[in-house]
């Protein structure tokens, strides 16, 4: 039998040896993979935007420039790593626009939900992003003095204000609400978005106006590892908006799921 455990060995080394390869080749990438984002906002937070993509550690690739079409060009300002975990890498790219001036004479919002990436070693790629919206500057028709808000990493935030006239609060939603309207709790002053004896709510000169959100998903719900930017708008009974809120929340990726997100995108079983 002692003659035989060379060969043993050499059979459980090379065996252990090709699962490591295995591992590594299930891991590696031939271009980044972009999560889903759904972003809905005004465009002056345009240059506060962030994409967020799975490349692998030892890749020199980044992307510099992502062009929605020959008026939006987004320039990338910085790249950083938000995560890690074996070979990938989960990465941010804080974008801005080349030139703003689209978006000073912008009349109508506008959705995209692509866009063709350049990259610093000559590589050009059209990817999808998941759904970005673009609204002109907000018009509040009413006075609002501001007068706090803030938000945590718990998923939750509140703000308020005083109106300076009287108005009527028709009604509150948020942004892609088929998509969340499960996990998007919302109070104005003290009262459920969803409640329908709330609203219409009348407020005159010199009350408050305030609220607070609850933004959270399940561990085991995919929807966590998305990029969110949601707007909270009350509007008028004449649909006119009185008061945007901003929900922002990063994806919840974390290194533990990277390998697990990149099999789910590729088409493999989810293991989550």
Request: net charge negative; hydrophobic share 35%.
């Amino acid at each position: 039998m002692k003659k035989h455990w060379p060969w043993i060995f050499s059979l459980l080394l090379i065996a252990s040896w090709g699962g490591n390869v295995w591992y590594y080749e299930s891991q590696k990438l031939e271009k980044p993979i972009y999560l889903e984002h759904y972003y809905e906002i005004s465009t002056d937070l345009l240059s506060h935007m962030s994409i967020y993509f799975i490349t692998n550690r030892d890749s020199e690739r980044e992307p510099y420039q992502f062009r929605v079409n020959d008026d939006i060009v987004l320039n990338v300002a910085q790249v950083r790593t938000r995560d890690e975990r074996g070979r990938l890498q989960l990465r941010e790219a804080a974008v801005m626009p080349v030139s703003d001036q689209i978006f000073r004479n912008l009349e109508n919002s506008l959705r995209f939900e692509q866009a063709t990436v350049y990259y610093s070693d000559g590589l050009v790629d059209t990817v999808s992003l998941g759904e970005i919206i673009v609204h002109p500057r907000s018009q509040s028709e009413y006075d609002l003095e501001f007068s706090f808000s803030s938000s945590s990493s718990n998923g939750t935030g509140r703000w308020g204000s005083t109106v300076q006239e009287d108005i009527t609060v028709a009604s509150v939603t948020h942004s892609f609400p088929e998509l969340l309207s499960d996990s998007i709790d919302i109070l104005v002053n003290g009262k459920s978005y969803v409640d329908t004896t709330a609203f219409p709510l009348t407020l005159n000169k010199g009350d408050p106006l305030g609220g607070s959100y609850i933004f959270q998903l399940d561990n085991e719900d995919v929807r966590r590892f998305h990029a969110y930017q949601l707007m909270i708008t009350m509007k008028d009974e004449q649909g006119h908006i009185i008061n945007v809120q901003y929900i922002n929340e990063q994806p919840q990726l974390y290194d533990e799921h990277l390998r697990s997100y990149v099999r789910l995108r590729k088409g493999g079983e989810r293991e989550l």
